[in-house]
């Protein structure tokens, strides 16, 4: 059996036949990807919208399968990402991602979310023998000054607009109404994990193996096409990607400058924690009555 790994057979996709895109690539700073592997990534990405947004399964598993065939006959190591790729979302694509804080909803969706994570690691650890996904928690730097700034300023931001969304839109009316100890513990707990999660698999995991392939601002629509179409399902719905759009681009932009998970995850916990207080907010105006809208 062939271990897909670094091998010079599966380099770039430039690496044999096409001896100018290299010297393209380097020029202008960004992978020499020939036109034709647009093709394949972007239908891993209307596969996403088709799961997530249209709720057209057997279709989006159509257009995932004959991506993942176009990008073989393109090139191999760009088959060997989207698969990754393909893979998590066919993961995630099998159970309701909605809002949903019963027991059993709680376990299965934490389970499903972290095989979406787990399964494409594993196989690029033990079946391509890589590491082209990675976790950088610890860089080694020091958060600058204006990174300090931007971690005081998303709560801020985040009090200022996402209560005016999630009531004035009626959104927050996608999660359930919270009454009991257990439930509120489940949901903050969920919305934190699913935060987490986001970076993971859509930084960490998509954005990562997108960059391979594409300059980083492809790279960075695509991710954010495929995040953006998994938060809508979770419910952030009416004019909602309006929010989301720019924050999962602006992650994508961050991450590429810091290189830092852990900055990354921190931001996007702070903006969750406002998330929280706003939705349980919108169901019961008397708890956390400290919002303007």
């Known amino acids: 059996m062939t271990?897909?790994?670094t091998s010079t057979n599966l380099g770039p996709c430039w690496a044999d036949h096409k001896a100018i895109l290299p010297l393209l690539g380097y020029l202008v700073g960004v992978p020499a990807t020939p036109p034709t592997a647009f093709v394949p990534a972007l239908g891993i990405c209307v596969s996403a919208f088709l799961f997530f947004v249209m709720q057209a399964g057997l279709i989006g598993y159509g257009v995932l399968a004959l991506s993942l065939?176009?990008?073989y006959l393109i090139d191999l190591a760009l088959f060997a990402d989207l698969l990754l790729i393909g893979v998590g979302i066919g993961i995630v694509s099998t159970t309701s991602v909605e809002a949903?804080?019963?027991w059993d909803r709680f376990f299965?969706?934490?389970f499903v979310l972290a095989a979406a994570v787990a399964v494409p690691v594993l196989i690029d650890r033990l079946v391509y023998r890589r590491d082209a996904i990675t976790f950088p928690w610890v860089t080694g730097r020091r958060w600058t000054t204006m990174q300090w700034s931007y971690v005081v300023a998303v709560p801020v931001l985040g009090y200022l607009i996402l209560p005016v969304y999630f009531i004035r839109s009626g959104a927050y009316q996608n999660w359930?109404?919270?009454h009991t100890a257990s439930e509120f513990g489940r949901f903050f707990v969920g919305v934190n994990s699913v935060g987490l999660w986001d970076e993971l698999f859509f930084i960490c995991?998509?954005?990562a193996l997108f960059r391979r392939h594409f300059p980083v601002w492809a790279a960075n629509l695509m991710q954010a096409t495929i995040f953006v179409s998994f938060l809508?399902?979770?419910g952030y719905r009416e004019w909602g990607p309006f929010l989301t759009i720019p924050f999962a681009l602006l992650q994508g932009y961050i991450f590429t400058k810091t290189?830092?998970?852990t900055y990354i995850v921190v931001i996007h916990l702070l903006f969750d924690a406002i998330v929280f207080f706003a939705i349980v907010h919108g169901h019961d105006r008397s708890v956390f009555p400290f919002f303007l809208y």
């Open 3 to 5: 271990v897909i790994g």
């Open 69 to 71: 065939v176009i990008a």
């Open 100 to 102: 949903d804080i019963s």
């Open 108 to 110: 299965l969706l934490g």
């Open 176 to 178: 359930p109404p919270i």
């Open 205 to 207: 995991v998509c954005f």
């Open 232 to 234: 809508w399902e979770l």
């Open 259 to 261: 290189k830092s998970l």
